[in-house]
Nanobody, 124 residues
Framework: QVQLQESGPGLVKPSQTLSLTCAVS??????????WSWIRQPPGKGLEWMGV???????YYSPSLKSRTSISRDTTKNQFTLQLTAVTPEDTAVYYC????????????????WGQGTQVTVSS
């Protein structure tokens, strides 16, 4: 059974870069047919899909976050990372990584595995 675990700083200062890592076990991030996403949930709001990296290494991002978001991977460690630049308090959220068997579109995708989530607070 595939397992995902998020890690990274819980507090980031405004204007800085948020960086998180998703460690994957029980499955390879390079296996064809799977997609690896970052999703977040601000306080009192719904889930927001941020972006995805496919097994091929191709990336796709939410239009609202594309200018500030970068997803990359380290295949030797079987993990992928999120970088979100120029953060503001509006970026405070619980951040999740997840796996899907279809390419996410930010609207109706389903995930067959999630990490537990990690709280990130943007504050000075």
């Amino acid at each position: 059974q595939v397992q995902l675990q998020e890690s990274g700083p819980g507090l980031v200062k405004p204007s800085q870069t948020l960086s998180l890592t998703c460690a994957v076990s029980g499955g390879s991030i390079t296996t064809d047919g799977y997609y690896w996403s970052w999703i977040r949930q601000p306080p009192g709001k719904g889930l927001e899909w941020m972006g995805v990296i496919a097994a091929s290494g191709s990336t796709y991002y939410s239009p609202s976050l594309k200018s500030r978001t970068s997803i990359s991977r380290d295949t030797t460690k079987n993990q992928f990372t999120l970088q979100l630049t120029a953060v503001t308090p509006e970026d405070t959220a619980v951040y999740y990584c997840g796996r899907s068997i279809v390419l996410p579109n930010g609207v109706d995708e389903e995930y067959d595995s999630w990490g537990q989530g990690t709280q990130v607070t943007v504050s000075s």
